[in-house]
């Protein structure tokens, strides 16, 4: 049973930053991309960022690129995401989501690309 735990998130204030961590069990992990994304009060939920298996490629939301950093540790089955200069519109729930394809990655945004997902951690940045 596959199972993405988020943790990391909290209460943060504008410009702050946070490094969430995504812990996966249940699979080969280095066998799949991995993405963020996040869903705001009202809103779709969004693709944020992605990394290949081996870490070697990351993709991003034009939204949160040059400030978010994805990375990887294979060796801890873990996924993080550096956040920095946050802003009030970064306040979401924000998710990790297991690529579907086992040696396959192009950091799709599609949803429907990701077959596991963790339950969240929310992130609140305050103005």
């Known amino acids: 049973q596959v199972q993405l735990v988020e943790s990391g998130g909290g209460l943060v204030q504008t410009g702050g930053s946070l490094k969430l961590s995504c812990a996966a069990s249940?699979?080969?992990?280095?066998?799949?991309?991995v993405a963020w994304f996040r869903q705001a009060p009202g809103k779709e939920r969004e693709f944020v960022a992605g990394?290949?298996?081996?870490?070697?490629?990351?993709y991003y939301a034009k939204s949160v690129k040059g400030r978010f950093t994805i990375s990887r540790d294979n060796a801890k089955n873990t996924v993080y995401l550096e956040m920095n200069s946050l802003q009030p519109e970064d306040t979401a729930v924000y998710y990790c989501?297991?690529?579907?394809?086992?040696?396959?990655?192009?950091?799709?945004?599609?949803?429907?690309?990701?077959?596991?997902w963790g339950t969240g951690t929310q992130v609140t940045v305050s103005s």
């Open positions: 990394i290949n298996m081996r870490g070697s490629s990351t």
């Open positions: 989501a297991r690529g579907s394809s086992r040696g396959y990655y192009s950091g799709s945004s599609q949803r429907y690309e990701y077959a596991d």
């Open positions: 249940g699979l080969t992990f280095s066998n799949y991309g």
